[in-house]
């Protein structure tokens, strides 16, 4: 299970005005996907949620900071969405092609992941474990991106590839990494 390193990059021409990068990695094993985000710099210009005392399933996590994870099966039109937040609250989604069927992924009924928050960063790891619904020897092709809340309400968004005119997770040439 070697991970492959990434870099998430705002949208072209929508930066945030204060310092921020976001990394992380990402590795398969099987059916198992362990995903990792880091984010550093100005911790004070970025809306955190507080952790919250009972994380949920919870939906519309994308409106405030959340961190993102976009999968298909290779070479098949349907894929899955999970969202994260720094809170704890969770979903996954999935979709029979781009942006049709929308349904909670009923196969996935928690998700276990970690949030450590530090003054100069804050890092979320997840093992998402996809038995069930692909193969242990069938590609993968994936999308990592985040949405990021700054203190003045604005929203910006950052992926490793933002092939449209606007920001659009969803799009499959966005999902760059084959596992």
């Given at each position: 299970?070697?991970?492959?390193?990434?870099?998430?990059?705002?949208?072209?021409?929508?930066?945030?005005?204060?310092?921020?990068?976001?990394?992380?990695?990402?590795?398969?094993?099987?059916?198992?996907?362990?995903?990792?985000y880091?984010?550093?710099?100005?911790?004070?210009?970025?809306?955190?949620?507080?952790?919250?005392?009972?994380?949920?399933?919870?939906?519309?996590?994308?409106?405030e900071?959340?961190?993102?994870?976009?999968?298909?099966?290779?070479?098949?039109?349907?894929?899955?969405?999970?969202?994260?937040?720094?809170?704890?609250?969770?979903?996954?989604?999935?979709?029979?092609?781009?942006?049709?069927?929308?349904?909670?992924?009923?196969?996935?009924?928690?998700?276990?992941?970690?949030?450590?928050?530090?003054?100069?960063?804050?890092?979320?790891?997840?093992e998402?474990?996809?038995?069930g619904?692909?193969?242990?020897?069938?590609?993968?092709e994936?999308?990592?991106?985040?949405?990021?809340?700054?203190?003045?309400?604005s929203?910006?968004?950052?992926?490793?590839?933002?092939?449209?005119?606007?920001?659009?997770?969803?799009?499959?040439?966005?999902?760059?990494?084959?596992?």
């Open positions: 299970m070697n991970p492959r390193n990434v870099t998430l990059k705002p949208f072209p021409g929508e930066a945030p005005r204060f310092p921020l990068t976001i990394t992380g990695a990402i590795a398969r094993h099987g059916t198992l996907l362990t995903v990792r880091e984010l550093r710099g100005d911790r004070q210009s970025v809306v955190l949620p507080p952790p919250a005392d009972r994380p949920a399933r919870r939906d519309e996590l994308w409106r900071t959340c961190l993102e994870l976009f999968l298909a099966p290779e070479n098949v039109p349907h894929y899955w969405e999970v969202n994260l937040s720094p809170a704890g609250h969770w979903n996954v989604y999935g979709f029979r092609a781009y942006r049709q069927g929308l349904h909670e992924e009923p196969a996935l009924t928690a998700l276990p992941f970690t949030v450590t928050r530090e003054p100069a960063a804050l890092s979320l790891a997840l998402l474990d996809m038995t619904l692909i193969f242990p020897d069938q590609a993968l994936l999308a990592i991106a985040a949405v990021i809340q700054a203190v003045d309400g929203l910006t968004y950052w992926a490793l590839a933002h092939p449209g005119s606007r920001p659009d997770f969803h799009r499959r040439d966005a999902f760059v990494i084959t596992l």
